[in-house]
């Protein structure tokens, strides 16, 4: 084979894992979770690919002759991170997970990244990222400081808003970041999150750039 595609849809799992109890992902099955609150979904494609052979999807139909092979497959790998997933896929099997911060990065990893960057930062735990940039959108616009943040995935994100860090500056500063977090603690990504608008009504904007662990 000279050639082969690897076409990746994050997020869109279709059912826990063993060990989803480590990450508090019970009860995971996007597709399905989706379909039920949808009532269904409409996937003739997917569903010629046997995708309604693999599990019960509500309006996926079971066709007779899939016109691919098709299965579900376990991950071997530690950690839930996607670039985890996505190194397995290629042949990667890692025995330790990728590091995560459930109580925010240490200030060794914060005060070498605002030492190189030349800025202070607003943050330093985890949270969503919509509900972060409301929490100190007003604050970053006031002090021009990015917002750093993490989640349940070893992830360094860096939310900005266009008006007050433009997009080149704010992936210059995940390319810091990115330096920086490396050993013990070289995160899985270091994320870009750029946003536009109001407070009250900030959005996340389509600009946002994954810097992966090589």
């Known amino acids: 084979m000279k050639r ?10 279709i059912g826990e894992l063993p060990d989803a109890h480590l990450y508090g992902d019970q009860g995971s099955a996007t ?3 989706i379909a039920k609150e949808r009532g269904g979904l409409y996937l003739p494609n997917l569903a010629q690919l ?3 052979l693999i599990e019960n999807i509500k309006g996926v139909e079971k066709v007779s002759e899939p016109v691919a092979a098709y299965g579900k497959m376990a991950e ?7 670039t985890t997933g996505h190194w397995e896929i290629a042949g990667l099997h890692l025995d330790e997970p990728f590091p995560t911060y459930p109580n925010g990065f240490p200030n060794e990893v ?6 190189l960057a030349q800025t202070k930062v607003l943050g330093n735990y985890p949270a969503s990222g919509t509900v972060i940039i409301e929490e100190l959108g007003q604050e970053h616009i006031k002090t021009k400081r990015p917002i750093v943040y993490t989640s349940a995935d070893s992830v360094f994100q860096i939310a900005a808003h266009v008006d007050v860090i433009p997009l080149e500056e704010l992936y210059k500063l ?16 270091v994320i870009a999150r750029p946003f536009a608008g109001t407070p009250g009504s900030f ?3 389509k600009d946002r750039r994954d810097y992966s662990k090589i």
Not at 4 to 13: E, K, R, T, Y
Not at 110 to 115: P, T
Not at 174 to 189: K, N
């Open 110 to 115: 914060i005060s070498k990244f605002e030492e």
């Open 203 to 205: 959005y996340r904007t």
């Open 50 to 52: 046997g995708l309604g």
């Open 174 to 189: 995940c390319l810091v970041a990115r330096s920086v977090l490396v050993g013990e603690h070289g995160v899985a990504r």
């Open 76 to 82: 071997r790998s530690k950690g839930k991170d996607t």
């Open 4 to 13: 082969f595609i690897i076409w990746v849809l994050d997020s869109v799992g």
């Open 31 to 33: 597709l399905q979770n």
